[in-house]
């Protein structure tokens, strides 16, 4: 019988189908829909678009930074395989979007968050195998450097050039160079690189090493968010754990700049590459403080215990204020979880008294207590393969506001602008996991190197299929 609550009933019902079907509708062009829906499908309940209720959680929490990008995706997926990932891009291709891969979230501008592009977030991937005999592994590109390590150790006994800090993907610290603790010795991250699978422009996975799709190997050692493609997988050269693992630290106060300056930077090409030494002019219990440490990883007790007597019997020591001899060694805690930050730096190799005559000014005037300048030690230059990453210095210079109040960010930033005027003028580039693109220009790459990269670009993805780099 027709009555009027199974009228209303059939209405509501009607009404809903309606609303359903131009929200569906309004998601898909005119062209291509047999494709669109297919990939749309095949991403149910992994695809989030603006307007729905996780879409702006998984937005802001696809960064690290506090400072979040104000930029929104088309789409955010949350891909849980391989073919996830292909499915987003062949749905990027349908729509004519762009694409942006997330791993660890840890670039500081937000590179993957992107208008007018398909976010594919990859922390949903965890796959992990070791050929411990032939020192591979094969590895989702979302794993964090330090848990990898962590397993690599307990259960091969091996080891990864990883970040210095916890949390950091593997993703964009392989694509972007890599500079570890250990990359002294063993070479940047990319460099440890062996082969890679990549989704390409065309939603196809293909395999990337010397012998086949060679272009995507040498792009994905070094690009950053200018590569061409979605990492979906790495093989990665693995080595053995170093069995002696110390640090040493000194403190001064500021009045020993020059000082600590001018004996690190005549004397640092000559520690062993086992060895990185580090100085960061920043702020300990509120106050003003210069910290030089050495981190040494070596085979035996006694090579490393040599190493870190270069710091501590050096002359400039009896200047220090504290000192922590050959404690163990530990990584992560520079930069906090929670905090704003504007990160920058540049490569140099000149001598120590130009960087003073320079930018003293960028050691000594800080705009939060949280903020520091790096001194990273990385020379003599290493010599490695043809690859995207060619730039380097025997010192990187990084000028970092860390801070907590949005109401900071203007006063920061130009901080962070009038420290990079100072050491852009002594610098040979910068760094690409450092990249401040929207800002700082460049160069990351060498002008060869980079002009091969954008001829690879017009080859393989002429549409501009990935959105390359922030401007």
Same mark, same amino acid.
């Given at each position: 019988?027709?009555?009027?609550?199974?009228?209303?009933?059939?209405?509501?019902?009607?009404?809903?189908?309606?609303?359903?079907?131009?929200?569906?509708?309004?998601?898909?062009?005119?062209?291509?829909?047999?494709?669109?829906?297919?990939?749309?499908?095949?991403?149910?309940?992994?695809?989030?678009?603006?307007?729905?209720?996780?879409?702006?959680?998984?937005?802001?929490?696809?960064?690290?930074?506090?400072?979040?990008?104000?930029?929104?995706?088309?789409?955010?997926?949350?891909?849980?395989?391989?073919?996830?990932?292909?499915?987003?891009?062949?749905?990027?291709?349908?729509?004519?979007?762009?694409?942006?891969?997330?791993?660890?979230?840890?670039?500081?501008?937000?590179?993957?968050?992107?208008?007018?592009?398909?976010?594919?977030? /990859?922390?949903?991937?965890?796959?992990?195998?070791?050929?411990?005999?032939?020192?591979?592994?094969?590895?989702?590109?979302?794993?964090?450097?330090?848990?990898?390590?962590?397993?690599?150790?307990?259960?091969?006994?091996?080891?990864?050039?990883?970040?210095?800090?916890?949390?950091?993907?593997?993703?964009?610290?392989?694509?972007?160079?890599?500079?570890?603790?250990?990359?002294?010795?063993?070479?940047?991250?990319?460099?440890?690189?062996?082969?890679?699978?990549?989704?390409?422009?065309?939603?196809?996975?293909?395999?990337?090493?010397?012998?086949?799709?060679?272009?995507?190997?040498?792009?994905?050692?070094?690009?950053?968010?200018?590569?061409?493609?979605?990492?979906?997988?790495?093989?990665?050269?693995?080595?053995? /754990?170093?069995?002696?693992?110390?640090?040493?630290?000194?403190?001064?106060?500021?009045?020993?700049?020059?000082?600590?300056?001018?004996?690190?930077?005549?004397?640092?090409?000559?520690?062993?590459?086992?060895?990185?030494?580090?100085?960061?002019?920043?702020?300990?219990?509120?106050?003003?403080?210069?910290?030089?440490?050495?981190?040494?990883?070596?085979?035996?007790?006694?090579?490393?215990?040599?190493?870190?007597?270069? /710091?501590?019997?050096?002359?400039?020591?009896?200047?220090?204020?504290?000192?922590?001899?050959?404690?163990?060694?530990?990584?992560?805690?520079?930069?906090?979880?929670?905090?704003?930050?504007?990160?920058?730096?540049?490569?140099?190799?000149?001598? $120590?008294?130009?960087?003073?005559?320079?930018?003293?000014?960028?050691?000594?005037? /800080? $705009?939060?207590?949280?903020?520091?300048?790096?001194?990273?030690?990385?020379?003599?230059?290493?010599?490695?393969?043809?690859?995207?990453?060619?730039?380097?210095?025997?010192?990187?210079?990084?000028?970092?506001?860390?801070?907590?109040?949005?109401?900071?960010?203007?006063?920061?930033?130009?901080?962070?602008?009038?420290?990079?005027?100072?050491?852009?003028?002594?610098?040979?580039?910068?760094?690409?996991?450092?990249?401040?693109?929207?800002?700082?220009?460049?160069?990351?790459?060498?002008?060869?190197?980079?002009?091969?990269?954008?001829?690879?670009?017009?080859?393989?993805?002429?549409?501009?299929?990935?959105?390359?780099?922030?401007?």
């Amino acid at each position: 019988m027709l009555t009027r609550r199974r009228l209303l009933k059939w209405g509501k019902t009607l009404a809903a189908a309606v609303v359903g079907a131009k929200a569906f509708a309004a998601r898909l062009p005119r062209l291509g829909i047999a494709a669109q829906a297919a990939a749309a499908d095949a991403l149910e309940g992994k695809i989030y678009y603006p307007g729905e209720p996780r879409y702006e959680v998984l937005r802001r929490g696809a960064t690290f930074n506090a400072r979040k990008p104000n930029r929104f995706p088309k789409a955010i997926v949350m891909a849980k395989s391989v073919d996830d990932v292909i499915a987003a891009v062949k749905l990027a291709k349908a729509r004519g979007w762009q694409v942006t891969t997330r791993s660890g979230g840890h670039s500081f501008t937000g590179s993957h968050n992107r208008d007018h592009a398909v976010m594919v977030n /990859l922390s949903g991937m965890s796959e992990l195998s070791v050929d411990a005999k032939a020192r591979i592994a094969t590895v989702s590109p979302a794993w964090s450097g330090d848990q990898f390590n962590k397993v690599l150790a307990q259960r091969y006994q091996l080891m990864f050039p990883a970040a210095h800090d916890t949390g950091v993907g593997l993703g964009g610290f392989v694509l972007c160079g890599g500079h570890s603790p250990n990359s002294r010795l063993w070479g940047p991250a990319c460099a440890n690189l062996q082969a890679l699978d990549v989704v390409n422009a065309d939603g196809e996975l293909i395999h990337a090493d010397e012998s086949q799709n060679s272009d995507y190997l040498w792009a994905a050692r070094g690009s950053g968010p200018g590569f061409f493609g979605v990492a979906v997988r790495f093989y990665l050269n693995l080595h053995p /754990l170093p069995t002696s693992r110390k640090s040493s630290v000194l403190m001064f106060s500021p009045d020993s700049l020059d000082e600590v300056v001018l004996w690190l930077g005549k004397t640092q090409n000559s520690f062993p590459r086992l060895m990185e030494a580090i100085l960061v002019s920043g702020s300990m219990d509120g106050k003003p403080t210069l910290t030089l440490a050495g981190g040494a990883q070596g085979t035996s007790e006694k090579e490393v215990d040599s190493a870190l007597d270069l /710091l501590e019997d050096a002359p400039v020591a009896k200047k220090a204020v504290a000192r922590f001899s050959k404690v163990p060694f530990a990584t992560g805690g520079a930069i906090p979880a929670g905090s704003r930050q504007i990160i920058d730096g540049v490569w140099t190799s000149v001598p $120590p008294e130009k960087i003073l005559a320079s930018a003293r000014d960028a050691f000594l005037k /800080l $705009p939060t207590p949280q903020s520091f300048l790096l001194w990273m030690h990385w020379g003599p230059a290493q010599k490695l393969k043809d690859m995207a990453y060619s730039l380097q210095g025997d010192i990187y210079l990084s000028p970092c506001a860390i801070y907590q109040d949005a109401a900071d960010d203007q006063r920061c930033a130009a901080w962070s602008a009038e420290t990079m005027a100072m050491l852009k003028p002594i610098g040979s580039g910068s760094q690409m996991n450092d990249e401040n693109l929207p800002i700082n220009k460049g160069p990351y790459l060498s002008a060869e190197a980079s002009a091969r990269l954008e001829a690879m670009r017009a080859k393989y993805d002429p549409q501009h299929r990935f959105a390359s780099f922030p401007a």
